[in-house]
């Protein structure tokens, strides 16, 4: 048995569209850095927790209940989880971090540093950063008409090559910062600790419905971060062969002049990106302007492509789909993906 996940971790918004905007810059603006950089970001994140849900998923006990990356409201803020596990006896939350390199974490001042070519830096004390997600959710609980149950922390390393060096040996931080490879581990410690049933069956039903009704995922406005406009983005639908703008619409399909590929769904990609990047509806006049084509045609496109919608005739509105429909794949561009990897950023962890 493995354990149950009710919220399984897809690409977030943020590095949904960061894939968006690479798909859809124009090739003289793809050399901006701090793009680059913040996209690296994302994915190292990503990357580092999945390979801890992978870890996870191999845990030989039945009864978690997993919640991969989940951010709930504690007004007037947000908190936002990476992994939350719920069980009868306890409830645990993982903070994955994507160190990589070698670090030194003084308990005493509370502080991690890293020094690269003599110059050290100081960043965020993850085990804090774990513990005002536990108030969080303690208070979030409350709310709910459940209290006094145990919640255990663990800021989980997600790469066993990053070295941390616990410079005052305190012994409780062996217990707090750990390498996903000892997560099992420090699970059987935790649950060995939290013998009594605190949450009933029913409870652990209200509780799980909950935790999904009222996730509510960030959605960042990329463009407006990075002071980006439409003037920078490509106009009407990219060859995803040649990167060609833009395809002719034919009969049913879309035809690249340059390279003369042809394509049924083309213009999918290029709505679903329009979500990502300008928000979670698109009217026809809007679908016309972004796919360079007519009234008759958009309204076809947009029917076909089974969105939500409210409204009649030019007052219809089409809404984006959830996170969880956005495809995973991340196709880019072939020069595009050239930049990134000849990108000089350099990438240290995942910050959230």
């Known amino acids: 048995m493995v354990p149950l996940s009710l919220k399984n971790r897809f690409k977030n918004y943020d590095l949904l569209a960061y894939e968006a905007v690479f798909r859809q810059l ?23 927790e999945k390979n801890v849900d992978y870890k996870l998923s191999t845990y030989p006990q039945k009864d978690l ?18 992994t939350l596990i719920l069980t009868r006896n306890l409830i645990y939350i993982l903070e994955v971090k994507n160190y990589q390199g070698k670090f030194q974490y003084d308990s005493k001042l509370q502080q991690l540093t890293q020094e690269v070519d003599g110059k050290a ?66 699970l059987n410690r935790l649950s060995e600790t939290h013998t009594k049933n605190i949450l009933t069956a029913a409870t652990i039903r209200k509780l799980t419905k909950a935790l999904l009704h009222e996730d509510q995922p960030l959605h960042t406005n990329i463009l407006d971060f990075h002071n980006l406009s439409d003037q920078h983005l490509i106009k009407g639908v990219p060859c995803e062969k040649c990167n060609h703008s833009s395809m002719l619409r034919l009969y049913k399909k879309w035809l690249c002049p340059k390279c003369k590929a042809t394509a049924v769904k083309a213009h999918e990609r290029k ?55 956005f495809p995973q794949n991340s196709y880019l561009p072939t020069k595009m993906q050239r930049h990134i990897k000849l990108s000089n950023s350099r990438i240290k962890w995942h910050h959230t």
């Not at 124009?26 to 580092?48: N, P, Q, V």
Request: net charge negative; proline share 6%; glycine share 4%.
């Open 26 to 48: 124009l090739e003289d603006y793809w050399k901006s850095d701090s793009i680059i950089s913040a996209y690296k970001k994302e994915k190292a994140g990503y990357d580092g």
């Open 65 to 82: 209940i997993v919640f991969q990356g989940i951010r709930l409201p504690n007004p007037p803020f947000y908190f936002q989880i990476d």
């Open 121 to 186: 830096t100081a960043y965020k004390d993850p085990i804090l950063q774990a513990e005002a997600q536990k108030t969080h959710l303690q208070q979030w609980l409350e709310k709910h008409g459940i209290y006094n149950v145990p919640i255990e922390t663990l800021v989980v390393i997600a790469f066993p090559s990053t070295i941390i060096e616990n410079i005052h040996q305190d012994p409780e931080v062996y217990k707090k910062i750990i390498h996903s490879e000892s997560l099992h581990q420090h």
């Open 271 to 325: 709505i679903l990106d329009y979500f990502l990047l300008h928000g979670d509806t698109i009217s026809n006049k809007q679908c016309r302007e972004l796919l360079q084509v007519g009234p008759r045609t958009a309204y076809t496109i947009l029917n076909s492509m089974n969105l939500s919608h409210k409204g009649s005739n030019s007052a219809r509105k089409y809404y984006s789909p959830s996170l969880n429909e």
